[in-house]
Nanobody, 116 residues
Framework: QVRLVESGGGLVQAGGSLRLSCVAS????????LGWYRQAPGKQREMVAT???????NYADSVKGRFSISRENVKNTVYLQMTSLKPEDTAVYYC??????????WGQGTQVTVSS
């Protein structure tokens, strides 16, 4: 079992920045693909960014050029640096660690609110 704990959410004005962190309970996380997802009220959860164990990244079109995902395996941590935030980025942001269908874990989420 892998436990994921997110932090770093909060209230920020449009144009501002936030950095989310997600710490895993085990170092085995180094072989997992890690990702950030978000869910806004009334909407489905969507992928924001992912990073493989080898460091390859993927971003949703809506955040390309504004968000950056990175990982620090020695700290069992994945980050999401968010810049030029927009009101439409408001959502609960979830951390995910996935190895395969049988090893797929989610954090509890952290709220990000961007005011206009």
């Amino acid at each position: 079992q892998v436990r994921l704990v997110e932090s770093g959410g909060g209230l920020v004005q449009a144009g501002g920045s936030l950095r989310l962190s997600c710490v895993a309970s085990t170092s085995i996380i180094s072989i997992y693909t890690l990702g950030w997802y978000r869910q806004a009220p009334g909407k489905q959860r969507e992928m924001v960014a992912t990073i493989t164990s080898g460091g390859s990244t993927n971003y949703a079109d809506s955040v390309k050029g504004r968000f950056s995902i990175s990982r620090e395996n020695v700290k069992n941590t994945v980050y999401l640096q968010m810049t030029s935030l927009k009101p439409e980025d408001t959502a609960v942001y979830y951390c995910r660690a996935v190895l395969n269908a049988n090893y797929n874990y989610w954090g509890q989420g952290t709220q990000v609110t961007v005011s206009s």
